[in-house]
């Protein structure tokens, strides 16, 4: 059964596809739907994360009701070190992140999984340098990159360039961003519609007036 109903971002369901880390149950074929709630919050800072062994994009952004507001973004370059330095480096600059910007809720890349099973094992690595750095009680979720791409410009086939140019305009930013950076902002650009549409869809109907 394919994760995507139809061809539109909203239809998408991050808690079926690719639910939160830390949220319980896992979605699949067989296994039952997992929960996802998120509280209501008129303001809420989202870290996104696109991991890589040696360019590593973060992306910070703030929820103001329906506006997206944007804070910061980056990369972490580590790749003129060893991998175990890489790794470090990528955990403590996130740790260092997370203090500085103090974000209600992370976002990452799900890994995706190519030919090249050297390359995808050190890519597994990363990610998880960047997860460890989350502090205990941080809700972390991960999105698919078909998912990302389709909720910023409508299509899971969608290129970089796209992405890149869907977040200047959404963001309002002056210039287009490194790609790496401009992933990871995608990342939490399509965290924060996800969860908005989620607050939508679990607040109680409106009763008609009599």
């Known amino acids: 059964m394919s994760r995507y109903r139809t061809k539109s971002w909203r239809a998408f369901e991050p ?15 067989g296994r039952k739907r997992a929960e996802v709630r998120f509280a209501p919050s008129a303001k809420l800072r989202i870290l996104g994360v696109d991991p890589g062994s040696r360019r590593t994009g973060f992306g910070v ?24 330095e890489r790794l470090r480096m990528i955990f403590e600059g996130l ?21 090249n099973v050297e390359s ?12 460890c750095a989350v502090p205990k009680g941080l809700p972390v979720f991960e999105y698919a990159p078909r998912a990302i791409k389709l909720a910023l410009v409508g299509s899971g086939a969608a290129e970089k360039g796209q992405v890149a140019h869907m977040i200047k305009t959404l963001l309002g930013l002056p ?5 790496d950076a401009s ?28």
Do not use: W
Request: net charge neutral; with cysteine; charged share 15%.
């Open 61 to 84: 952004i703030e929820c103001r009701g329906a506006d997206y507001v944007h804070i910061a973004h980056g990369c972490l370059n580590v790749g003129g070190a060893l991998m175990a």
């Open 175 to 179: 210039e287009r961003v490194g790609p």
């Open 120 to 131: 995808a094992l050190k890519l597994g690595q990363a990610r998880g340098a960047a997860l």
């Open 183 to 210: 992933d990871a902002l995608a990342v939490a650009v399509c965290h924060a519609h996800a969860r908005r549409l989620h607050v939508l869809m679990q607040a109680p109907s409106m009763k008609p007036v009599a």
């Open 95 to 115: 740790e260092a992140l997370i203090g500085e910007h103090q974000p209600g809720e992370v976002a990452v890349e799900r890994v995706f999984v190519n030919r």
């Open 15 to 29: 808690g079926v596809a690719t639910p939160g880390v830390g949220t319980p149950g896992v979605a699949g074929a």
